[in-house]
């Protein structure tokens, strides 16, 4: 969805490396998440925000960490990058006003750790 | 914690046959959603669904929710090749309100 943005859509970086993956969206939405898809796992969830307030860790949170800087934007750092962190992940929102609760997902960042 | 399984990961069919992906909660759900993902695409939402029994149709896409709403199920009729992608079920309950738990996803692939 072009309303949500993920900055790098791909990175190559090596083991040990701090990088951050950012998140950013126009839909006024309240709640973002951070996920990171893998081969046959799936869509695992790493950490949610439903406000800038609030930060919840997810299923596989060990060795991220995340920042919402603002309603719009939530970035992903990866402190010390180890290669079993490749993969693919992707930032969602999700506006708690609606019944849906449908979740709305930025086109992707491939992250490699060699 | 909640978990959800999804079955079978991949699917292969002729273009024209059916194709029915099913998912299976270990908790009750306080409801169920479905995404599709294109090759090198994101998730995109489907539908979702909330009540005990309930089925939804979205032209050839049939989407149940079991009665006691642990297992969810998606059924497309005469498959056609703009139908391949990955398809996920995402299941929210309890205290985990606002946040879904995907299944693993059934790849589906359709031969001309």
């Known amino acids: 969805d072009a309303d949500v943005t993920q900055t790098p859509r791909n990175r190559i970086t090596k083991t040990g490396k701090r990088i951050m993956l950012e998140c950013s969206q126009t839909k006024g939405h309240d709640r973002m998440y951070w996920y990171r898809q893998d081969p046959g796992l799936g869509l695992r969830l790493i950490y949610y925000?439903?406000?800038?307030?609030?930060?919840n860790k997810g299923e596989i949170s060990d060795g991220y960490s995340v920042s919402r800087q603002a309603q719009a934007k939530f970035s992903l750092s990866l402190e010390s990058a180890i290669p079993n962190q490749t993969a693919l992940y992707f930032c969602?929102?999700?506006?708690?006003?609606?019944?849906?609760?449908?979740?709305?997902f930025g086109p992707g960042t491939r992250l490699t750790v060699l | 914690g909640q978990q959800v399984m999804q079955i079978p990961q991949y699917q292969h069919v002729q273009e024209g046959e059916d194709f029915t992906t099913y998912c299976n909660s270990s908790t009750t759900l306080s409801n169920i959603q479905w995404y599709k993902q294109r090759p090198g695409g994101h998730p995109v939402f489907l539908i979702q669904l909330v009540k005990s029994g309930e089925v939804k149709k979205q032209k050839r896409l049939t989407f149940q929710f079991g009665e006691a709403k642990k297992n969810s199920s998606l059924h497309i009729t005469a498959t056609q090749t703009t139908d391949v992608g990955t398809y996920f079920c995402a299941g929210s309950g309890g205290t985990s309100y606002g946040k879904l738990t995907f299944g693993q996803g059934t790849i589906l692939t359709v031969h001309p």
């Open positions: 969602a929102t999700s506006d708690r006003w609606t019944s849906w609760n449908e979740q709305f």
């Open positions: 925000s439903f406000d800038v307030k609030d930060i």
